[in-house]
């Protein structure tokens, strides 16, 4: 299984290309990292390989094959901030089933407590709703984790406790990462290769 862009390239309306020939490939298992200043597009990269915008030029394919539109995604994202992510609303239970019924082994390799269902969002520290954000993506069919700023508001054991659970999770499944993140140490420590997306703009 790979995930892949060809030649890919980007422009927002009444803009210039943000990056152009964008033309890398993520293998089943593999943990890439992403660095590049604020601003050139790492973002926008991962809404391409994520399905939530097309390319202007170029394509992206899964397994050889241009991504869906329909059903559940295969690539999924997680965000810098899960109280955003989620319905201020709902009960975490409500949340975390929104999108399918996690079994009771993903949760606890995440480390999210039972007791925590019965709560709402706000009940929650950063940490404990991020590791629901990442349970939520981490449904059957999830063959690529785009961790955009995933870890950055955490502080350094709750981040280090995160990335140890998804690893394990990504070894055990044979799922792809990409890890978009400003701190280098931790790119360059959980991550097999890196990329310099500043190359492309
Ligand atoms: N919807 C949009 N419309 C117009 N311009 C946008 C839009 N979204 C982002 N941009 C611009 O595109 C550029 C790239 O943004 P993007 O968020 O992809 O960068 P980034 O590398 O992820 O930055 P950061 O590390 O700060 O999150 C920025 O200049 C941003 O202002």
């Given amino acids: 299984m790979q995930l892949s862009a060809h030649e890919v390239g980007f422009r927002y309306e009444k803009k210039g290309w943000l990056f152009r020939n964008v033309s890398l490939t993520i293998s089943a298992g593999e943990v890439v990292g992403l660095l590049g200043p604020s601003g050139c597009g790492k973002t926008t990269f991962a809404r391409l390989l994520a ?119 990504a070894r055990k499944r044979g799922m792809g990462i990409v890890v978009i993140s400003h701190e280098q140490h931790l790119v360059q420590r959980i991550c097999e290769r890196v990329v310099d997306f500043q190359q492309f703009t």
């Fill in 51 to 169: 399905g939530y915008e097309s390319p202007h030029e170029g394509t992206i394919l899964l397994e050889g094959k241009p991504l869906g539109k329909r059903g559940y995604h295969p690539v999924q994202m997680v965000f810098q901030h899960p109280e955003k992510a989620v319905n201020g609303r709902w009960r975490m239970r409500r949340i975390l089933e929104e999108g399918g019924h996690p079994g009771d082994e993903l949760l606890s390799d995440l480390g999210i407590e039972k007791e925590w269902l019965h709560r709402w969002p706000h009940e929650l520290s950063g940490g404990e709703l991020q590791r629901f954000s990442i349970a939520r993506a981490l449904g059957p069919d999830t063959r690529f984790l785009i961790a955009d700023e995933m870890t950055t508001m955490l502080d350094a054991i709750t981040q280090a406790q995160i990335w140890q659970s998804v690893r394990a999770i």
